[in-house]
């Protein structure tokens, strides 16, 4: 049956801004472990039509210390945060876990100081995942990108239960010519890293990254692909130990056409 045109239809998505400024807040694990990442996400956010500017004085969200149970730190964090990133039209990190961070529980962690959780609920309406904010907000489709391989796809606790962020990778994956997608065992099932929960309990990280990979294994793809370099650094880890090929990329290189660099935690 024929779709009703766009303008018919009632749930005819909003116009994306017209070249809105961006903040593209970085996170540690990308600007320490795959700074590639970084230039993927500025790359395609130029290319959605975005100003984008990269905050000089960024640093940590507060997350570690918020989900260790120092929220004295995290708010501290917060706060910083929130006078870096304001005077943008909206914030857009790689990650689901830091903006998950910035946008459900920043308020939390100020809570005893009303004024600056107002302040936190404001931005975190504008803060966005990478790729939630190329299709949710801007619209985006990647144009001439071509990889020839097969991929599976992991998605991250904070992305997909704090965030709702499911169909949208899958969607802009759609978009790369030769990227042949395989579905994967409990996609949806955390990898064992948890932040700071590989740390305290490492037997018990160990084990589900040790079911994750295997499923990986099945699903038979070459490459394993993610939003989330924590999730992507613990998988990429244990499928090298375990000798695979599976390479493992961040799925904003992929986008950006630069999956010709070595696989996370492969040889530069």
């Known amino acids: 049956m024929q779709r009703p045109p766009m303008a018919d239809r009632a749930d005819r998505p909003a116009a994306p801004p017209a070249n809105p400024r961006v903040a593209l807040f970085v996170t540690c694990l990308v600007d ?4 590639s990442v970084g230039f993927a996400a500025l790359q395609l956010l130029r290319e959605a039509g975005c100003r984008v500017e990269v905050p000089a004085a960024q640093t940590c969200c507060g997350q570690p210390a918020f989900n260790s149970g120092d929220t ?44 600056w959780a107002e302040r936190a609920r404001r931005l975190g309406e504008r803060s966005f995942e990478l790729m939630s904010f190329l ?4 619209h985006f489709v990647p144009q001439g990108r071509r990889l020839d391989a097969s991929a599976t796809y992991h998605d991250s606790c904070s992305g997909l239960r704090e965030l709702g962020i499911l169909a949208q990778p899958r969607a802009l994956l759609a978009a790369v010519e030769g990227l042949t997608m395989k579905p994967l065992e409990g996609h949806d099932v955390c990898c064992g890293f948890g932040g700071t929960f590989c740390v305290k309990y ?11 990979a295997a499923a990986i294994e099945r699903s038979g793809a070459q490459l394993l692909l993610g939003g989330d370099m924590g999730c992507l ?14 390479r493992a990329y961040h799925a904003a290189e992929v986008l950006a056409g630069r999956a010709d660099a070595p696989p996370i935690g492969g040889e530069r």
Do not use: W
């Open 233 to 246: 650094i613990n998988m990429a880890g244990k499928l090298q130990r375990n000798g695979s090929a599976v």
């Open 72 to 115: 004295r730190d995290a708010a501290h964090l917060a706060r910083r945060f929130i006078e870096i990133f304001e005077p943008y039209d909206f914030v857009v990190a790689p990650s689901g876990s830091c903006i998950g961070m910035t946008r459900v529980h920043y308020a939390e962690a100020l809570a005893d100081d009303p004024p």
């Open 135 to 138: 299709v949710d907000v801007m």
């Open 32 to 35: 320490a472990m795959r700074p």
């Open 202 to 212: 490492p037997a018990i990280s160990n084990a589900v990254v040790a079911d994750k």
